[in-house]
């Protein structure tokens, strides 16, 4: 359990400190930016989506969201004049933001590119020099294809050789896709069930837009702009329009408020630049600035205790027992639960939940001899021991001679095995109906299968290609900053 709050605390820490360096590359002050950048990590949607849900790939992801799109402002600030060539910080930028988004969590990388690409569509129709957006565009994408090689290919090799039950889209809900009520209410209500949720964007961002709105002729281009941006993403991601687009494929990204990150960064930068522009006491801004601070903290305190807390202490899913096949950790769709260190690993035994199968083989079913791991002989599940080992599992269960076997392990096309028994006896295998790893033994007294997954010479490519690449930008990077030092 300490290492899960480390973890939080880190990734609290890294959106912190990449919201504070992208707010200072936008010309907030070093106190601006870290008060934007607060207001920012400290998000109702934002805890939430880190202490109630512990979607931690996600959250990585939307770490490095700013990064993207600090990269895509100076795109859009570089097309005033018609000079084709090479922006080497708005590249690098788009090629680490997209890298370590990638990197992260895939659905969010679908996302960023997709509105990347409405992005440049509006470059290309009403600004000038589109051959210059064009040209980084390309050369970021691909040295971020490159960089990114080490999960790319074998990902794209495993979603070509197999065919993969990829995440569904759930009913169009509140929570899937809200509407302004439901928005409204997740800001401004002191209800317990509205209060603590991942599908708003928080009542600064709220203020940031009344603000914006209300001094519309005091502010200055960036935050018009900015503000009108976010009110467009925060819309592309209500009920309003994905009613109409959830049944397509799109519906695999599941929670259209995904996007609304991009916008609550955005109005957290603008809920400063908005006050910079109005007020022209540094006394006066100090004051907002600290009261915009004290009430994101109030707020997320309050929502964590009464959303959060509170209920889950009064209705959490208890784990304090060793789940069994009679007595499984099951909970549809989803539930709170309340662990400690002593049995924090009951959670991980035996459980069904949805979700738990994306990206397992199609037409799959999770069976009893799967969930108890269980060799499976003469259609009888037998006692197995299974122990772990690296890229592997050592299967110690007494079998039969000379009989048809089924592994506990799910088995992939594009993957090859090596399975061999206590006497280092090697195995041909197949892949059965229901995707698991089926043997027949040999005729000799086998109590041990130990099964490895071998690494591909693709795989080994990819690294190779991502290495490279990593050295050549490091490279470079440090170069240009001796010739900038001469």
């Known amino acids: 359990m300490a290492g899960m709050y480390v973890l939080m605390w880190l990734q609290l820490m890294v959106q912190f400190s990449v919201a504070k360096w992208v707010g200072k590359e936008l010309s907030l002050s070093s106190l ?57 910080k708005t590249i690098l930028l788009l ?50 294809i490159l960089l990114s090689m080490v999960f790319l290919m074998p ?31 997740t800001a401004f209500s002191f209800k317990s069930d509205v209060i603590f949720k991942t599908n708003s964007i928080g009542i600064v961002a709220f ?3 009344f603000g914006v709105i209300f001094t519309w002729w005091k502010q200055d281009r960036f935050t018009k702009y900015a503000t009108v941006v976010s009110i467009v993403i925060i819309f592309s991601g209500m009920s309003y329009i994905w009613k109409y687009l959830y049944a397509t494929p799109l ?22 630049f908005m006050i910079r522009n109005v007020f022209k006491s540094n006394r006066l801004r100090h004051i907002l600035y600290a009261g915009l601070t004290l009430l994101s903290v109030f707020v997320t305190l ?28 099951s909970y549809t769709p989803i539930a709170n639960f309340k662990i400690k260190n002593d049995d924090f690993q009951n959670i991980m035994g035996y459980w069904t939940t949805y979700g738990a199968f994306d990206y397992m083989p199609a037409n799959f079913q999770f069976n009893k001899a799967l969930q108890e791991k269980k060799v499976i002989q003469s259609g009888k599940l037998i006692k197995t021991t299974v122990k772990p080992i690296s890229n ?31 006497q280092h006896r090697h195995y041909s295998y197949t892949i059965n109906k229901n995707k698991q790893l089926a043997i027949k033994t040999k005729n000799a007294d086998v109590n041990k299968l130990i099964v490895k997954a071998k690494t591909p010479l693709t ?28």
């Open 207 to 209: 203020l940031a837009i």
């Open 302 to 329: 309050f929502s964590l205790k009464f959303g959060f807390l509170d209920p889950v202490n009064a209705l959490a899913v208890r784990t304090d027992y060793k789940p069994t096949s009679k007595r499984p950790v």
């Open 155 to 185: 990902f794209v090799i495993a979603m070509l050789g197999n065919k993969l039950a990829t995440p569904g889209a759930t009913t169009l809900t509140l929570w899937s896709a809200p509407d302004i009520h439901e928005l409204f209410q």
């Open 32 to 88: 601006e930016s870290t008060v934007a950048a607060f207001i920012y990590t400290v998000t109702t949607p934002i805890i939430s989506q880190i202490i109630q849900q512990w979607l931690f790939g996600e959250v990585w992801a939307m770490s490095f969201m700013p990064l993207v799109v600090l990269a895509l402002i100076r795109l859009a600030k570089s097309t005033k004049d018609n000079v084709v060539g090479l922006d080497k």
């Open 392 to 422: 592997g599992v050592i299967y110690t269960a007494n079998l039969v001679n000379r009989e048809n076997t089924i592994l506990p392990m799910v088995g992939y096309k594009s993957v090859k095995y090596e399975i061999m028994d206590n």
């Open 95 to 144: 090629v680490v933001g997209f890298t370590l988004i990638i990197l992260s969590h895939m659905l969010s990388f679908v996302i960023v590119t997709g509105y990347t690409a409405i992005f440049t569509a509006f470059l290309l129709i009403f600004r000038k020099n589109r051959l210059n957006v064009l040209f980084n565009l390309f050369v970021a994408a691909i040295i971020t």
């Open 459 to 486: 795989t080994y490519i990819a690294w190779t290609i991502s290495l490279v690449t990593a050295v050549f930008l490091l490279v470079i990077a440090f170069r240009n900053k001796n010739k900038q030092n001469i």
């Open 251 to 272: 519906g695999v990204i599941q929670f259209p408020h995904r996007v609304f990150i991009i916008a609550i960064f955005l109005l957290s930068l603008t809920s400063i």
